[in-house]
């Protein structure tokens, strides 16, 4: 949704970049770039005078004026202003002393309050609490059945006495929506549900009747928590209605919907300002699971392109299995390859995380990779399950035994083509690299620990060629001998080398093959009498 917004601002301080010092000129131009791109994105006038002013007083002050690098004192100070106009602060939910928790849901018809009801008592549910869904709107066509359907998703009990409207277009109110909600309350306190959830009936505009309506719940249910729920897409109009809603059932908080839109997000950067109240939630898909607690400061980073790395990590927690973590983390620090199974698994808990664009978007700098996100195909991961899941256990374990013709049927049974299948397996082959080197201890290329030289991931920034550099000169590696009379001396030095002082003094007191002796001492007649070799090794020894 802020795209436009993060590129207009990104664009403007890149023209700050290594300047030494910043002239008053310069800091008009770049307030009246800003100021341009607050508009562009729909934000209301008084919010975005308001903005541009503290951050040109503050970019005037000594605070830039005295800083290393005044171009990113710039950018600090219109971040910090951003979080200023968000809300400052992450608002939590109020949960009554004495359950149960009464939260009561307003807004405008289509705004996303019944999906929404279902998000919120999916994500209490998930932290221990027991809610109730209360279908208080019996206005909506079908809205009563909509709740019902999405609270048995969410896995969450509805309280539903009344059908509601069933599909007739009317003005008139249906049924009592104010005793439908008190009587849901009390429903919550007979069977022990600690958070109630009140969907209430919206308009297409603001009327006397809703508010009345929206009212009258309120009275009677005396919530703890009044939500008004805002589409992020309606703009300008955002701030009329938030003020409408405060002066007629004023709310304690907002949720901003169907904020993964491409609408320019005016809205969420409006409504906490001229509300006065907290944007405390998002929803950000049509998942149940779409739906996140709303943090000013990593959206003001996300808009400035910072990315959120604290959210992804949240999501990552949530959506992968600690067990699976745990033994794979283990399976890397035995030095066991990894294979194609553990590499489905892996794509699979992905998966759980949600849309592969949200996830690599909240990476700090992927604004600049904007054209190569929106052209990434999310099936290509449902592909690559599709090629994996088409070998056998066996060629999953080791993928070097798969041969051309074995290529050709993976290729068939996935319903992809041979090339496809061969990019898999060399991009499989440099992972399994990445991961052996992991076991070693060296960790990640370019993080500490890390040994030189070590490839990147293909596609990857900093993988790949060597640096050009003096490098000291490589030494030479001798070859095995064609010659078989020679071949098989080698193997006897090569035996009687490591069998002898060519074990490492971390290993003593016992040689690589468990054999004891000093370090240096070559091996008795006895010690290669009781060796144990291979099936057939004995004869590489010219056969001793």
Request: overall charge neutral; charged content about 25%.
């Amino acid at each position: 949704m802020f795209n436009s917004l993060s590129d207009r601002l990104t664009s403007t301080f890149k023209n700050l970049r290594g300047r030494g010092r910043l002239s008053e000129a310069d800091i008009d131009a770049t307030v009246r770039e800003i100021r341009r791109a607050l508009l562009d994105a729909d934000v209301a006038v008084p919010v975005v005078r308001q903005f541009t002013a503290s951050v040109r007083e503050r970019a005037l002050s000594a605070e830039v004026s005295g800083a290393l690098n005044p171009a990113q004192q710039v950018v600090k100070i219109v971040n910090d202003e951003l979080v200023g106009i968000l809300g400052g602060e992450t608002r939590a939910l109020q949960l009554a002393k004495t359950p149960p928790t009464v939260i009561m849901l307003a807004g405008l018809q289509g705004a996303g309050k019944t999906t929404l009801a279902g998000k919120l008592g999916l994500a209490l549910k998930e932290q221990g609490h027991t809610p109730l869904l209360v279908a208080a709107d019996l206005q909506r066509p079908n809205a009563v059945t909509q709740l019902s359907v999405v609270a048995e998703r969410a896995g969450v009990p509805v309280f539903a006495p009344h059908p509601g409207n069933q599909g007739m277009e009317t003005d008139a109110v249906i049924g009592d929506p104010v005793g439908v909600a008190r009587q849901g309350v009390a429903e919550a306190r007979a069977k022990q549900h600690d958070v109630v959830i009140v969907d209430t009936a919206g308009r297409l505009g603001v009327d006397q009747v809703l508010m009345q309506q929206a009212a009258d719940i309120r009275d009677a249910v005396t919530p703890d928590e009044v939500l008004f729920v805002i589409d992020a897409m309606i703009g300008q109009d955002a701030v009329a209605t938030a003020q409408a809603f405060l002066a007629g059932v004023d709310f304690t908080g907002v949720v901003l919907s169907k904020l993964d839109g491409d609408a320019r997000g005016g809205a969420a950067l409006s409504v906490a300002t001229v509300t006065g109240r907290p944007i405390m939630f998002a929803s950000t898909g049509e998942k149940l699971t779409d739906f996140e607690v709303f943090h000013p400061d990593r959206m003001a980073s996300r808009i400035l392109d910072m990315g959120d790395v604290l959210t992804l990590i949240e999501q990552a927690e949530r959506a992968f299995d600690a067990g699976e973590a745990e033994k794979m983390a283990a399976k890397v620090a035995s030095g066991e390859d990894f294979t194609l199974s553990d590499f489905l698994v892996q794509m699979q808990q992905m998966k759980k995380l949600g849309s592969m664009k949200k996830m690599l978007g909240m990476l700090p700098g992927m604004a600049q990779m904007r054209d190569q996100l929106e052209n990434f195909d999310e099936r290509e991961v449902d592909r690559v399950q599709a090629i994996i899941q088409s070998m056998t256990p066996a060629e999953r374990d080791n993928p070097k035994i798969i041969n051309g013709s074995r290529r050709a049927r993976i290729a068939r049974g996935s319903g992809q083509t041979t090339s496809a299948v061969n990019g898999l397996l060399d991009r499989f082959t440099q992972a399994q690299k990445m991961m052996r080197q992991m076991g070693k201890g060296g960790g990640l290329p370019g993080m500490p620990g890390g040994m030189p030289g070590m490839p990147g991931m293909p596609g990857m920034p900093g993988g790949g060629k060597k640096s050009r550099g003096k490098q000291a000169p490589a030494k030479a590696k001798k070859g095995k001998s064609g010659n078989p009379a020679k071949r098989a001396q080698q193997e006897r030095e090569a035996m009687a080398k490591a069998l002898g002082g060519g074990v490492a003094p971390s290993s003593a007191p016992g040689s690589a093959f468990g054999m004891g002796g000093a370090k240096g001492a070559q091996p008795t007649e006895q010690d290669l009498a009781n060796l144990e070799l291979p099936a057939g090794f004995d004869k590489l020894l010219g056969g001793r």
